[in-house]
C-alpha cells in the first residue's frame, strides 16, 4: 500500500494512505491544495498543493475534488479588481446628481 508522508503543525511527519488526504482543485481560480485530518490530534490540515505537487497525489491514487466555480463570482472578482468600492463621497456625489438631473434615464445616456 501507498504511504504518503505529510506534516502536521502540531504533531510533526504523519503517515497517510491515499483514502486519508483529498485534493482539490479549483483551475478557473489558479489555485490547488491537499488536505488531512491528523490521525494523532485530530486537526484538520490543508496546504497549498503546486501542479507537481497534485500530479504525485493524484498518482499515488489521492482523490481529487475538482471545484466548479460559476462565472458570475469570477466576473465579480474581475469587477471588484478594476474598479475600486465606492466612496462616501462618491455616494455623495451620485446624490447631488441626482438632485440635478430632469431626466435621469436620459442624463444616464440610455437610448
Not at 6 to 19: E, K, M, N, R, S
Request: charged share 20%; hydrophobic share 40%.
Amino acid at each position: 500500500m501507498t504511504t504518503i508522508k505529510a506534516t502536521c503543525p502540531a504533531c510533526g511527519d504523519v503517515d497517510l494512505t491515499p483514502a486519508e488526504v483529498t485534493v482539490t482543485v479549483a483551475r478557473s481560480l489558479g489555485w490547488s491544495t491537499y488536505s488531512f485530518t491528523c490521525g494523532r490530534c485530530a486537526d484538520t490540515v490543508s496546504k497549498p498543493a503546486d501542479e507537481e505537487t497534485v500530479r504525485l497525489l493524484t498518482g499515488a491514487g489521492v482523490r481529487v475534488e475538482h471545484l466548479s466555480i460559476p462565472s458570475e463570482y469570477l466576473e465579480a472578482r474581475i469587477l471588484h479588481r478594476t474598479n475600486p468600492p465606492l466612496t462616501e463621497d462618491d455616494l455623495l456625489d451620485f446624490g447631488l446628481w441626482l438632485a440635478r438631473a430632469t431626466d435621469v434615464v436620459q442624463a444616464a445616456g440610455a437610448p
